[in-house]
């Protein structure tokens, strides 16, 4: 089966949030992407509400069609207090700091282990599937399995930045992650700087990869290609 394709749509948050008012209409994007293909949306509210948010997400819940994903650090109490409220198909938590740009490193599963079963336990509780953003190193991805949480993401800004490079290089490491978290019945999705030029390679060679959630690029290209054809062609890519 296909690996799912999540758009980010924070990117147009971003744009909207520049002029104070309503354009681009966000709930009409993010509507958009489920028509022309998309089988999820994800979003990610920071405290700082720059791009995403907390009224966007309640906005769109009733809205969504398909897959609903829900990124942030459980850390902020707004956060967790969102996703319990709006109960996504899947929360994806990400150890990022306040302010930060974007996601730049993976949860440390061991030493933050207690911390994340207890979470992860909430969300369960409530319905939600869960996934943890990881680098793609075996200890990160035994630590995730002993937290009980249904998947990872793998955060793939190594494998895109050095794929021009030497691409099996940059694949290695996500292939013996993926393999082991196929071995401990864990789901892999993946996620950061994939590309229209570096995803096919990518979902061609993890094995089990589940679903995909891309923001920056595939917003970019959408400048040249229209949105439309944009999300066909990264559709394409995960054949
Ligand atoms: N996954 C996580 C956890 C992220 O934080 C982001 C960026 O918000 C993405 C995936 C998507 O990355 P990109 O915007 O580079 O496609």
């Given at each position: ?15 909207r ?46 809205l969504l ?10 850390k ?88 021009p ?20 019945g ?6 950061h ?12 060679n ?34």
């Open positions: 089966m296909d690996a799912k394709l999540s758009v980010n749509i924070n990117k147009i948050a971003t744009i949030n520049s002029r104070g008012g309503n354009t681009p209409d966000l709930l009409k994007i993010a509507a958009d992407c489920e028509r022309f293909g998309a089988q999820g949306i994800t979003v990610h509210p920071r405290p700082d509400e720059r791009h995403i948010r907390y009224k966007d997400v309640h906005d769109l819940k009733p069609t398909t897959e609903f994903n829900i990124e942030g650090n459980p902020e109490q707004k956060f967790m207090d969102l996703v319990l409220a709006i109960k996504p198909a899947q929360v994806t938590l990400v150890p990022d700091g306040t302010g930060q740009l974007t996601s730049d490193h993976g949860w440390d599963t061991v030493k933050h282990k207690d911390y994340l079963l207890e979470t992860i336990e909430l969300f369960k509780k409530a319905g939600i599937r869960t996934s943890i953003f990881v680098d793609a190193e075996a200890g990160m991805i035994e630590g995730a399995k002993e937290t009980g949480t249904d998947r990872i993401e793998l955060y793939t800004e190594s494998y895109a930045k050095e794929f490079l030497n691409r099996e290089e940059a694949i290695r490491p996500f292939i013996a992650a993926a393999k082991r978290a196929n071995e401990l864990l789901g892999i999705n993946a996620g700087d994939l590309s229209l030029e570096n995803l096919n390679y990518f979902a061609k993890i094995p089990g990869l589940l679903e995909v959630s891309i923001g920056h690029a595939l917003i970019s290209d959408a400048f040249y290609y229209g949105l439309e054809n944009t999300i066909q062609l990264y559709l394409r890519q995960l054949k």
